[in-house]
C-alpha cells in the first residue's frame, strides 16, 4: 500500500520560494507503474493541477505558473518535490501530493495535504 | 484547451439517489476518477477508471460513463455523504478537474 506524505514550511514570505517534498512509502519513485503530481487547493476553491512528473523525469506543468515552478525527482530518497519562485499571497493553499496509477488499473493515492500561506 | 463540467450544487432528502455529472471532451480519452472531500480533510477516491470502487467504499457509490460524459450515483444518499465531489482525469501529460459539486443531505 502506497502512502505519500507531504513535508515544507507552512509559512512563506511574499516574493519568496516555496519549497515541498513528497516522500513516498510502500513503493518505488522508479517505477512505471506511477506518475507524481502536485495538486493544490486554495482556501474554500477546488482542486488545482500544478504540474506532473514521470518515473523517467518528464515534467508536464499546468500553465500559467509554468515559468516559475520546477518539479523534480530524488530516486536516492524515493522522494519527488516542488519548487515554486516568486510566490504570492494567491500562492497560498493546501497542497497535496498524488500518486497516478498509469492506466488507472488502481485508485490514485493521496498525501494528506500541508497548508501553505504565503504572507509576510 | 480541455475542460470538465459539473453542476455546482445538488440536494437531495435523505435515502434519495443523488446524481452528479461531469462532462469534458478528455473523458472520450482519458478514465475519470471522483473525489469526496469533506471540510478540513483530504480528498478520498470513491471511484477510478469511470466505474470501479476501491475496497472499503460503500456499495451505494457507483460510477458509469456513456462517452464524454461521467455520472457518480449515490443510492440512497446518507446524512454523512454531505461533502464535497470532484470528477477529475489524468493522462499522461495533463490532470484535469472539475470544479467540485457541494451536494447536501438533508
Known amino acids: 500500500q502506497l502512502q505519500l506524505q507531504e513535508s515544507g514550511p507552512g509559512l512563506v514570505k511574499p516574493s519568496e520560494s516555496l519549497s515541498l517534498t513528497c516522500t513516498v512509502l510502500g513503493g518505488s519513485i522508479s517505477s512505471s507503474s506511477y506518475y507524481w503530481g502536485w495538486i493544490r487547493q486554495p482556501p474554500g476553491k477546488g482542486l488545482e493541477w500544478i504540474g506532473s512528473i514521470s518515473h523517467s523525469g518528464r515534467t508536464y506543468y499546468n500553465p500559467p505558473p509554468k515559468s516559475r515552478l520546477t518539479i523534480s525527482v530524488d530516486t536516492s530518497k524515493n522522494q519527488f518535490s516542488l519548487n515554486l519562485t516568486s510566490v504570492t499571497a494567491a500562492d497560498t493553499a493546501v497542497y497535496y501530493c498524488?500518486?497516478?496509477?498509469?492506466?488507472?488499473?488502481?485508485?490514485?493515492?493521496w498525501g494528506q495535504g500541508t497548508l501553505v500561506t504565503v504572507s509576510s | 484547451s480541455y475542460e470538465l463540467a459539473q453542476s455546482s450544487s445538488v440536494s437531495v432528502s435523505p435515502g434519495q439517489t443523488a446524481r452528479i455529472t461531469c462532462s469534458g471532451d478528455l473523458l472520450a480519452k482519458e478514465y475519470a476518477r471522483w473525489l469526496q472531500q469533506k471540510p478540513g480533510q483530504a480528498p478520498v477516491v470513491l471511484i477510478y477508471k469511470d466505474s470501479v470502487r476501491p475496497s472499503g467504499i460503500p456499495e451505494r457509490f457507483s460510477g458509469s460513463s456513456t462517452g464524454t460524459t461521467v455520472t457518480l450515483t449515490i443510492s440512497g444518499a446518507q446524512v454523512e455523504d454531505e461533502a464535497d465531489y470532484y470528477c477529475?482525469?489524468?493522462?499522461?501529460?495533463?490532470?484535469?478537474f472539475g470544479g467540485g459539486t457541494k451536494l447536501t443531505v438533508l
Open positions: 498524488v500518486a497516478f496509477i498509469v492506466g488507472a488499473t488502481r485508485p490514485d493515492y
Open positions: 477529475y482525469s489524468a493522462g499522461d501529460n495533463i490532470v484535469l
